[in-house]
Each structure stands twice: as structure tokens, then as C-alpha cells.
């Protein structure tokens, strides 16, 4: 399927979706949901979708989310970008809902680059305030999230430096997930500030360096490792940090690849 066919597919969705035919939408949807389709073509279906009336399309994002796909977390989290600007608040909320429903990291990530990172882009301080209490959420998915809203920012950010001073805000809004115990959750916010590292490495220098010493020992080493993955040799000596702070994972610590 090409750009055009998504297109064509995804506006014949849209149709049948607006007249609440959901089987009829679902069967034309599947097909492409059972193979790998690639992001961009499924995400166009998505966002055609959200273009519509709100209560048609959301009855057939739930169908979606029964099936448990990874192209259908894409279709969910393009149509819900495309709801964004008319009800941010309830926009975030059926995000998260999503996330707890697809249970598994991809999820998390796929999802948390199609509505919160986008919207940190779009509309800066309402999109913090409301990712803000994800960062407490006691599904561990959700706190992924948020690391990884942070680390599309930051890949779109470029590290233009108009925009150092959000950089430093995003810094600051992680800093009570520092001390981030679950190993799910550490590699998505690890995730974040690997890719601020990136494009800011003096913020990221100076605000690790505070948080290694505020919080000695409290810390996941794997966090620390994803943090400084850019920063150079001598700005890595700066941070007082030994061969144990990045030794030690604990069980279950694994990296992933992304």
C-alpha cells in the first residue's frame, strides 16, 4: 500500500466510521493491521479518521485498541492528534487510556510520539501541564510516556537555541523521575534525556551533575548510561561519577535499541 492507497482507504474509513458502520470500517482497517504496514501509510489512515466527528471516531478507536496490533496503536495515536486542538484535556486523558490498554513498551512509544510529544511541539506549557501528572501515574507505561514525549521534542528541537530555554523546563520537569525505579519506565525517560543530551549537552551536563549528587545511590545506573550516551569525555569527568554508578544495572535491566 502506497500513500495514495492510504489515503483512498483511509478516506472510505472515514465515511463509514461517520455513519457509525464500525464492523464495515474495522473489516476494510484489518487487513492492513494484520501486516506490517509501514507507520507512515497507517498513521495517514489515522489521521483522516480524527478528522471527524469526535463520538464516531473515538467508538471506532475502541474497536481498534480490542484488537491489540501494533500498526493499530499508529491509526489510534494519528486519529487522537488530529483531536488535540478541539479537547486537549480529553485528548491526553484517552491517551493515557490507550496506553494502559496496550500494556506493552511499544505501545507506550508509539503512541506517547503521536499525541504528547507533538503537542509539547505545538503548545508548550498546556501540554507540560498536562503530561505533568503522568509523571506520578501508577502504571509504569504511562511514566515511559513521558520520556518518550521528551525525546520527540528534543529530536524535532534540533537544538535550535531559541528553544534552549524549554530544553531547561523539560530538565527541570523530570528531574522527580530521576530516582525512577522501574525498569520500563527508566528507559523511556533514560530515552528523553539521552536525546536532550544530544542537542543540549552543556543543559544536560550541568543539570546531571546536580542530580548525581542530590540523589547518590537512589539512581538506576541504566538511567545515568542513557543520559550521558552523547556527552563528551570531559564533560562525562565533570560529573563526579564512578565505575559503579554505570556497572550495576540490577536484575531485569536490559538496553533497548531504538
Known sequence: MNMKEANELG??????????????AYSLLAPILSRRTPFPRSGRIGEIVGRGSMPAANAFLERIAEGQTEGGW???GCALGQQLDRDPAGT???????????DVWYGADILGER????????????ALALLAPWREDGNRWVRRAVGVSVHF???RSRGRSELAPQAASLLAFLEPMFTE??????????WGLKTLGKHY????TDWLAEQVARHQGQYRALMLRKAITYLSPEQRQGLGIGGDDLRSYGAGDTLLMY
Open 92 to 102: 491526553f486523558a484517552r491517551c493515557r487510556g490507550y496506553i494502559i490498554a496496550a
Open 201 to 204: 549537552p552543556d543543559l544536560m
Open 153 to 155: 521534542w528534543a529530536k
Open 181 to 190: 525505579r522501574s525498569i520500563d519506565a527508566v528507559k523511556g525517560v533514560g
Open 74 to 76: 499508529v491509526v489510534i
Open 11 to 24: 478516506n472510505q474509513i472515514a465515511e463509514l466510521v461517520e455513519t457509525h458502520e464500525v464492523i464495515k
Open 115 to 126: 499525541l504528547p510529544g507533538p503537542a509539547l511541539l505545538v503548545d508548550f506549557q498546556p
